[in-house]
């Protein structure tokens, strides 16, 4: 294996630990100005951005990933439709079992959920003596560092493996990237957004916790006498906060003797806008994968479960989940097939039934294609996920579209032209 003798950074995703439990194992993070660390650990525990990163994973995953072979017509060799490329060894590897462990959802739900945490996905190609792709592996993005060679492509180096890799040995997804070579994860550039989200969860906690209205300082006046020992002050004050402070005792009634007087100090839930706050930092994380509030059952201020979900819905296909899908269908035709073999084969992931209307509008359009044409029964019976039928390929002609130029000369023609004329378009 050729390894250039020396190597520039392009970026680097530092090593940490195994895929398995990269979920439970504590890495390096950012500190943000609330005062947060954000990691890859501590974001996820942010519920909202927790349903973002899962559910762009799911809907990817959930899709079938197909290997399509273009068909050519007999006649003029040129391409005129497409077939499933069973017969090509990659197929059974793209579109069922990656690799030994994993199934195809699972294996698409790691990869993007990977992608939308740390901005890129790695994977270990494994080949047989031919080339041809026989399993595809998983690594954790933080055990690899991504090297320029002097050929200005990228070299992988890849913790507890030897040597370093090749790009035909690595398949590698990145998101959006200044360098070209590493992926920027959105915890690291919107770290701060993601921070505050924390620190506002964690302020909450701590309102339920301690109780916050009962903040504040007991001023006892001057011919009460004094407490003449620190220790009987702290034991004043602990008895107060264990009988008024905590949920338990959240609305309890406080009785102060001696002239005391209670000076609250801290501000209630109301005058911090906690819930305000909260669900602003939901908008923030939503607006940082582009995902609109609703689909992460955050239903603040909008109907849209009563009106327009389908088309919130097939903006989120066609804006948000798209293009994450073609980074994976991009990545997969460079790495997983040879120049030659992308002349007549291609990847191509099935989300056609997600940008689907609902029945009616379904049909209605399907009416039209069949009355104008353009579709025939089995186009329309493939479209709903239906066996095709014996007859089912006729495509229909109306008999009141004709050539303008021939209807004029039918109005000018003798009697024995027109009923040529009208043969010849009844037969087109």
């Given at each position: 294996m050729f390894i250039p003798a020396m190597f520039k950074k392009g970026g680097s995703v530092s090593a940490r630990q195994e895929w398995g439990n990269w979920i439970s194992s504590m890495s390096s993070g950012s500190k943000t100005k609330s005062g947060m660390m954000v990691t890859t650990e501590t974001a996820l525990a942010n519920a909202a951005l927790r349903s973002c990163v899962t559910l762009l994973a799911e809907s990817v995953a959930q899709l079938p990933c197909e290997l399509y072979r273009r068909k050519k017509d007999a006649k003029n060799s040129e391409y005129s439709?497409?077939?499933?490329?069973?017969?090509?060894?990659?197929?059974?590897?793209?579109?069922?079992?990656?690799?030994?462990?994993?199934?195809?959802?699972?294996?698409?739900?790691?990869?993007?959920?990977?992608?939308?945490?740390?901005?890129?996905?790695?994977?270990?190609?494994?080949?047989?003596?031919?080339?041809?792709?026989?399993?595809?592996?998983?690594?954790?993005?933080?055990?690899?560092?991504?090297?320029?060679?002097?050929?200005?492509?990228?070299?992988?180096?890849?913790?507890?493996?030897?040597?370093?890799?090749?790009?035909?040995?690595?398949?590698?997804?990145?998101?959006?990237?200044?360098?070209?070579?590493?992926?920027?994860?959105?915890?690291?550039?919107?770290?701060?957004?993601?921070?505050?989200?924390?620190?506002?969860?964690?302020?909450?906690?701590?309102?339920?916790?301690?109780?916050?209205?009962?903040?504040?300082?007991?001023?006892?006046?001057?011919?009460?006498?004094?407490?003449?020992?620190?220790?009987?002050?702290?034991?004043?004050?602990?008895?107060?906060?264990?009988?008024?402070?905590?949920m338990t005792n959240a609305f309890s009634v406080a009785l102060l003797q001696e002239g005391m007087k209670y000076n609250q100090l801290a501000m209630d839930n109301e005058k911090a806008q906690l819930i305000a706050s909260r669900n602003f930092g939901v908008n923030e994380i939503c607006r940082l994968y582009k995902i609109p509030p609703h689909m992460i059952q955050h239903l603040e201020k909008t109907s849209s479960w009563g009106s327009g979900i389908e088309q919130l819905s097939l903006s989120f296909v066609i804006y948000t989940l798209l293009p994450w899908i073609k980074r994976h269908e991009a990545a997969m035709m460079r790495d997983f097939l040879l120049p030659e073999e992308r002349k007549e084969l291609y990847i191509e992931f099935n989300f056609s039934g997600l940008l689907r209307g609902d029945q009616k509008s379904r049909y209605d359009s399907y009416a039209l294609g069949r009355q104008w044409g353009f579709l025939s029964v089995n186009d329309i019976r493939r479209l709903e996920n239906m066996p095709p039928i014996a007859g089912g390929d006729k495509y229909l002609t109306p008999l009141n579209m004709a050539d303008s130029g021939q209807i004029q000369s039918s109005m000018n023609a003798t009697p024995e032209q027109a009923k040529e004329i009208e043969e010849i378009l009844c037969r087109s």
């Open positions: 439709g497409r077939e499933k490329a069973v017969d090509h060894p990659l197929y059974d590897v793209i579109r069922h079992q990656p690799n030994g462990k994993d199934t195809a959802f699972e294996y698409y739900e790691q990869s993007q959920g990977a992608l939308g945490l740390e901005g890129n996905t790695f994977s270990y190609i494994d080949r047989d003596a031919a080339g041809f792709v026989k399993q595809l592996w998983p690594i954790n993005p933080k055990k690899v560092t991504v090297l320029k060679g002097p050929d200005a492509l990228p070299y992988y180096q890849v913790q507890g493996m030897e040597g370093i890799l090749p790009m035909r040995l690595i398949h590698h997804v990145k998101a959006f990237s200044l360098d070209g070579y590493i992926g920027l994860s959105p915890l690291q550039t919107s770290a701060d957004v993601v921070g505050l989200a924390l620190a506002t969860e964690e302020h909450a906690a701590a309102v339920f916790e301690r109780g916050a209205t009962m903040s504040g300082v007991i001023e006892r006046p001057k011919d009460a006498g004094t407490i003449e020992s620190q220790e009987g002050v702290d034991r004043l004050l602990k008895k107060f906060a264990d009988r008024h402070s905590g």
